[in-house]
Structure formats: C-alpha cells, structure tokens
C-alpha cells in the first residue's frame, strides 16, 4: 500500500514539474507565439485569400468580391510585370560580381594587409547607412549634367557621358552598381567568418609548395567557401526579388519600365493604384518564383560535391 | 625537431612578402576610397552652396563654411528636431522590444524543454523564407483595423513579437551556455525566471550586444514601415523626413545633404566608435544585413 502511494506522490511530482516546466516555456515563447500566429501563419493565409479577390484599400468590405484566378489570369497580359520579371532577372547578374568582390576583399582582410580591422570597419559603412542617404548622396553624384561623375568623364575626354538613372540604358547598371557598392561589405564580413574556420595549415603548407597568392586564393580560398557561396547566392536571388525601397526612392521604376522590380511593383500596385488583391496574387508568384531559384541551386549544388 | 618551414627562409623572402603585403594594402586603399568618397563628398557637401558643390575639380575643403543648410534642416519650417524625436523614440521602443522578445524566445527555445518546441522552432526557421511582401498587405490591413495607421505604435509594437532573426540569434548564443551551470541552479532550487536573468543573460552579453546594434541599425534607418504607416509630417522619422525633404527641396542640395549628414553621421560615428566591439561579434555570428 504504502509503496504505491509513494509512487503515486512521485509521479504526481514528476507530473507538476513538466506541466510547470511547459508552461513556463510557453509563457516565455508568448510574444514570439503571439507574432508568429498573428504576422506569419494569419497573414500567409490572408494574402492567400486575398489574391482571389478584388481586395482594395479603398473599398468598404462588404464591397469585396471573389474574383476566383482572375488576379493570375491578369498578371500573365500585364506588360508592366512582364517588364518587372525581365528586370529582376537582369540584375540576377550583380550577384556574381558583388560575391566575387566580396571574396576578394575578405581573402584580403583577412590576414593579407596592413590595417584590416581598418579596412573591415570601411567596407561595412554603406550597409549601415540609411538607404535614403545612399539613394540621395549617389543621386546627386550620378546628376547628368552637373554632378561630379559625368564632369569627370567629360574631362576625360567623353563628350556624351551616360545620363545615368534618366536613361532606359543606363538606369538599370546604375542601380545595380548601387546594390553592389551598398551590399558587398556586409557579404565580406559573412565570408571573413567562413575564413576563420579554414585551418592555417593549409596556406603554410600551399606557401611551403610554392604556391602564389593568387593560386591560394583560387585553389583553396574559393572551393572551400562554397557553402557560404552557396548561402549567399540564394540570399541575394531574394534580396533581389523583393527589395524595393531602393527603387522606389531613386527611379520609381522609371524611366519607362527600364527598372520596375516585382518588388516594388507590389508596392506599387497596393499602394499607389490600390489594388492590393491583385498585389497579394504577385507576392505569391514572388514566393514561387524564389523557390524555383532556390531549387535550382540545391540541385546544382548537390551535382558538385568534393 | 623539425623546424618551422617559414623560418628557412631568407630575408630576402621576408622582404617580398612585406612589398606583397604593402602592394595588397595600397589596393584595398583604393577600394576603400570608392566606399568612403561619397560619404566625404556627403559631408563637405553639406557645407558648401549649391554653386560650388558642384564645381569641378571638387574642393573638399570648402574655403568658408556654409551653414544654411544644416540652419535650414534645424531650424526651417519642416523642423528636423521632431523627427530626430520621433526616430530616438521608435528605435528605442523597437530595441526594448526586440531585446524583451528575443531573449526570451531563445533562451526558451535553447533552455527549456516544452512539448513542440522543436517542430514550432523548426517551422519559424522554415517561414523566414517567405518574402516580406506575402505579410506586407495582410500586416497593414490588420494594422488598419487596428486603428494604428497614422499611429507610432505600428511601427514599434510588432518589435515586443518577437523577430525571427533576433530569436534564432539568441538560441544560438543561449545553446552554448553549459547545462551544468544551469543544472547546478536548479538544483539550489532556482526557477527558470531566475536561471535567465541571473545566471544566463550575464553570459550572453557578446551575443545580446550584437542583437542591440543590428536592430538599432535596422530601426533607425527603416523606411518602408514609415512610408507605409505614416501620413502625417509631425510623425515621420528621419529616413521618411529625407525623402520628403529632398523631394520638397530638390534643388536645395546644401540642404538635402545637411540633413542626410544629420541622419548618418550619429550612426556612424557610433559604430566606428564601437567597431573593435562589433566587427568581431558580428563576424563570428554572421548574417542580418
């Protein structure tokens, strides 16, 4: 009798102490449940529904109607999303450039320069700064007829310099070089902590051969910060889709269509033209656009192993 | 004993290493230059008259300093001292709340073990993919409801939910507290609360400082949350007020260039004068732009 009972007690202490140690944790995890549930899962399925229908910012609710795939239907004989996709899709073409720069600068300050906590601090000034200053301070830099970019080119010698962010051929390339000049520092400062996890030995025993600066850097450096590449690439494949305010400040995705983004173009089409169930059915060919990218670089990633 | 192999080299080698290693410094001066010429170019700007910022060659030293800019953003009509306000009170709001939210959650996600804590982990980590515009339109319709457009609170409230980034950050910091200490105050008959303030969060300070500074930065310079948000003048913060300033003034680039200075500079300077702090911390953690 009396074993039982004693069991029963511990069991029953065992039972107090998990349910306290549950709640507790949940109690702990509350802000961050309550987000989760209200921003993410509520969210996720309203703009699911929402891209049925004819949502509208100026509409009364009862007004609302369900439009079924019209807004899919719409988006496929929309000439600005058109443009949109085939402009993100060009400026895809940065990020080899900004990751191939990154890596460099982080192969450098990494050990090979006088003064690198110097250099790390400099490089990762314009990710800090606000992308309004940036966009305002390159504006002006970028001013066709007065601004020091092109008065240095005509001093050179060109006669017509670029008109830069109002020309359709060259609004494109401007603002890519933005996001490199704005970006890159920040991806340096990811590389330099995947730098710290390749032993030394490796560069004694390379220098030791007699292998150049140049060789380590291509035969060692590179292939063993694929993973980061790997992360990287895909973060910036999102960045990319989706930034917008850069774009929204500098050009508005003019001139013409030469810089509409999907990005900003769902803002645009929220917010501006009020439409925000046709906005909501563009988010989500964002989302399944990112994922084939995604996809895409799994598998090529996986065919590459070493 | 074998001996170090660099030390068979002659002094002739070490000679071409340090010209190697001057030549290598000297390029990343050059591309530090192109990093830091158009903040030099901000804030000499910024003193000159519109006439002679854009004169060529550039003087980088304005022969007399001009004021009328920086008189202008300070003490104009559109006064920068209610947005310098209202940017302080919103990114002091939000850095509270990410602090209180995050910490919390990862310490409770590292710490404390609750039935579905991995698969509810696991499924925030998973949702982090989904870009921000799928949210964007059902947050400011909930927001709407709400009331909260026009409102600060839009912008600050969502920071005490808990950011995914800043939470999954703090798990990783609170795993590498070692289960003995914890144990040890468990046994003394601490409860979680008191495990978490007194003994974890002490050891977690490299981590909490990264958190501070990230969302520091994040708020401050945050954009789109304001041009979403905000209708009124008197409520906007500093990046929403630079905007509208350079769209009003858009010839008065002494002006525009005074009020970006205003805006960038306390954050600058602010992380040059922390950065032996920083950059460790945020190499060693990596991620969040």
């Not at chain 1, 320069?113 to 700064?129: A, C, H, Q, S």
């Not at chain 2, 001066?29 to 854009?54: A, G, H, N, R, Y």
């Not at chain 2, 600050?156 to 590498?176: A, D, E, H, I, N």
Request: hydrophobic letters at 50%; a positive charge; aromatic letters at 16%.
């Amino acid at each position: 009798m009396k074993k039982t009972e004693l069991m029963q007690q511990k069991t029953h202490a065992r039972r107090m102490r998990n349910l306290k140690e549950n709640l507790t944790g949940y109690l702990f995890i509350l802000p961050n449940l309550v987000g989760f549930l209200v921003f993410t899962v509520f969210a996720v399925l309203f703009s699911f529904f929402m891209s049925f229908t004819d949502w509208s910012l100026i509409k009364k609710f009862q007004n609302i109607k369900f439009t079924g795939l019209e807004n899919y239907i719409d988006l496929i004989s929309d000439k600005w999303f058109h443009a949109s996709v085939i402009n993100n899709v060009w400026f895809l073409l940065v990020i080899p450039v900004m990751i191939f720069l990154a890596m460099v600068f982080a192969f450098m300050v990494n050990d090979k320069v006088f003064f690198k906590n110097t250099f790390r601090t400099i490089l990762y000034l314009p990710n800090i700064t606000s992308v309004v200053a940036i966009s305002v301070i390159w504006f002006t830099l970028f001013n066709p007829r007065s601004g020091p970019i092109n008065e240095m080119l005509r001093s050179l010698g060109m006669e017509n310099p670029p008109q830069w962010l109002s020309s359709v051929v060259w609004a494109k390339p401007t603002i890519g070089l933005l996001m490199i000049w704005k970006t890159v520092g920040y991806y340096t400062i990811l590389y330099l902590a995947a730098l710290q996890g390749i032993p030394r030995q490796l560069y004694e025993a390379a220098t030791v051969d007699g292998a150049s600066t140049r060789q380590q850097f291509f035969k060692i450096t590179m292939p063993l910060l694929s993973p980061t590449t790997f992360m990287l690439t895909i973060l910036s494949v999102m960045n990319i889709f989706k930034d917008w305010s850069l774009i929204q400040i500098m050009t508005e995705g003019g001139p013409g269509t030469s810089t509409y983004t999907i990005g900003y173009y769902i803002y645009y089409a929220a917010f501006k033209k009020m439409r925000m169930g046709y906005a909501a059915s563009m988010a989500w060919v964002l989302l399944v656009i990112i994922m084939i990218f995604t996809i895409i670089r799994f598998r090529t990633e996986k065919k590459r192993d070493f | 004993m074998m001996m170090k192999p660099q030390l068979k080299f002659s002094e002739n080698y070490r000679a071409t290493r340090f010209v190697k290693k001057l030549l290598l410094t000297l390029f990343m001066v050059l591309v530090s230059f192109t990093m830091l010429l158009p903040f030099l170019w901000m804030i000499s700007s910024s003193f000159k008259d519109s006439l002679s910022m854009f004169k060529y060659p550039i003087e980088w030293f304005p022969k007399e300093l001009n004021l009328t800019g920086y008189k202008k953003v300070w003490q104009g009509d559109v006064n920068f001292s209610i947005f310098f306000l209202n940017s302080v009170k919103i990114t002091f709001l939000a850095v509270v709340g990410t602090v209180i939210s995050c910490t919390m959650g990862g310490y409770a996600y590292a710490k404390i073990k609750f039935i579905g804590r991995d698969s509810l982990f696991l499924m925030k980590l998973s949702t982090m993919m989904i870009p921000s515009q799928i949210t964007m339109l059902p947050t400011f319709m909930i927001f709407s409801w709400l009331g909260w457009i026009n409102h600060h609170t839009a912008l600050w409230v969502p920071f005490f939910l808990g950011q995914p980034f800043g939470t999954f950050l703090m798990r990783q910091y609170f795993l590498k507290v070692p289960e003995e200490l914890l144990d040890s105050a468990r046994m003394d008959g601490a409860n979680h609360f008191h495990i978490f303030i007194k003994i974890a969060m002490p050891l977690v300070k490299a981590g909490l400082s990264v958190l501070i500074f990230l969302y520091f930065v994040w708020a401050w310079n945050n954009y789109e949350g304001p041009l979403l948000y905000i209708r009124s003048t008197n409520l906007y913060t500093l990046p929403l007020a630079l905007k509208f300033f350079s769209d009003e003034f858009s010839t008065n680039y002494t002006a525009i260039m005074a009020a970006s200075v205003s805006m960038t500079v306390p954050v600058l300077a602010l992380f040059v004068g922390l950065q032996r702090f920083f950059i460790e911390d945020i190499t060693s953690t990596g991620l969040k732009g």
